[in-house]
């Protein structure tokens, strides 16, 4: 009897991955072993080989040919930008400004910005239950920023920018590369993204490195190959089986996964108004993927 994968599990285990991330790049980036932008591009250097054979094993016959011609090229190209380079020096660079379970609800936002998105260029419909999660995780976000809005917002303001590069980046996977060999567009993706990332090492005055050790080696390692290299591949796989919407549906296990090893691992601590600015993102998620 063959074993069949229900396809919802890539996105779950994608997120899942992707909690672990925050809690790792905080303690990395956090705790000033290397800067947010250098983690981006060794991350991802790391990461292409290893996505780079599992696109060359998995190929068929046209794949290639179906997005080396210029304008699938070229969004790949886009991707990159803003799904590899973009997001992850923002989300990395907020999580040495504040603690990893606020910056992974933040970035949780992804969900109903993306749905906003899709309603404006009208691949969606707006209907009551999605505008109220968006109203919902908008004034989610409110209550946990509030306590670090007296001057101390950066890493806030950083993190709602990855959320914003990340719906783009859903947006334009979802409605321009659709039907095509996911193993090979994660590559390619990370290909770009890691080229434009190595200039900004260099604006940013080059490697930030601090005292690096084993267990940095091994952090570093882990989030090249586990939420970097094989989360990427489940959600892109996951988008492509079971749509946006339905893989949308596990993002809440990003700040979730985040907060509890936030607690265990690094001593965090939730305010009230934080905690019930985390709920109602939540909720707003729920809501926006409820259809």
């Given at each position: 009897?063959?074993?069949?994968?229900?396809?919802?599990?890539?996105?779950?285990?994608?997120?899942?991955?992707w909690g672990t991330n925050a809690v790792a790049g905080r303690i990395l980036v956090g705790e000033g072993h290397?800067?947010?932008?250098?983690?981006?591009?060794?991350?991802?250097?790391?990461?292409?080989?290893?996505?780079?054979?599992?696109?060359?094993?998995?190929?068929?016959?046209?794949?290639?040919?179906?997005l080396a011609r210029s304008g699938p090229m070229l969004t790949t190209a886009v991707l990159g930008l803003l799904g590899i380079a973009g997001f992850n020096i923002l989300f990395y660079t907020a999580l040495g400004l504040m603690e990893a379970?606020?910056?992974?609800?933040?970035?949780?936002?992804?969900?109903?910005?993306?749905?906003?998105?899709?309603?404006?260029?009208?691949?969606?419909?707006?209907?009551?239950?999605?505008?109220?999660?968006?109203?919902?995780?908008?004034?989610?976000?409110?209550?946990?920023?509030?306590?670090?809005?007296?001057?101390?917002?950066?890493?806030?303001?950083?993190?709602?920018?990855?959320?914003?590069?990340?719906?783009?980046?859903?947006?334009?996977?979802?409605?321009?590369?659709?039907?095509?060999n996911q193993n090979i567009v994660i590559a390619l993706t990370t290909f770009w993204g890691t080229l434009f990332t190595a200039?900004?090492?260099?604006?940013?005055?080059?490697?930030?490195?601090?005292?690096?050790?084993?267990?940095?080696?091994?952090?570093?390692?882990?989030?090249?190959?586990?939420?970097?290299?094989i989360g990427y591949t489940l959600w892109n796989i996951g988008v492509e089986k079971v749509g946006a919407a339905r893989s949308a549906i596990f993002i809440p296990l990003v700040p979730l996964t985040a907060a509890?090893?936030?607690?265990?691992?690094l001593g965090e601590k939730l305010t009230p108004l934080q905690a019930f600015g985390g709920l109602l993102i939540l909720a707003g998620i729920v809501l926006v993927v409820r259809k």
């Open positions: 009897m063959r074993f069949k994968i229900n396809p919802l599990v890539y996105p779950a285990l994608a997120t899942i991955s290397i800067d947010g932008i250098t983690l981006t591009f060794v991350r991802f250097s790391l990461a292409l080989p290893l996505l780079g054979i599992v696109a060359l094993a998995t190929r068929r016959s046209g794949d290639w040919e179906s379970s606020l910056v992974s609800l933040l970035t949780s936002l992804a969900t109903p910005l993306t749905y906003i998105m899709a309603v404006l260029i009208s691949i969606d419909v707006l209907t009551a239950s999605g505008l109220a999660g968006t109203l919902s995780s908008f004034a989610g976000t409110y209550f946990v920023l509030g306590p670090r809005l007296n001057g101390e917002y950066l890493g806030g303001v950083l993190a709602i920018g990855a959320a914003v590069a990340w719906s783009l980046y859903t947006i334009i996977l979802r409605t321009r590369l659709p039907a095509r200039p900004a090492v260099v604006v940013s005055g080059g490697p930030q490195l601090g005292n690096i050790g084993l267990r940095e080696v091994l952090l570093i390692l882990y989030v090249a190959v586990v939420p970097g290299a509890l090893l936030g607690v265990v691992l």
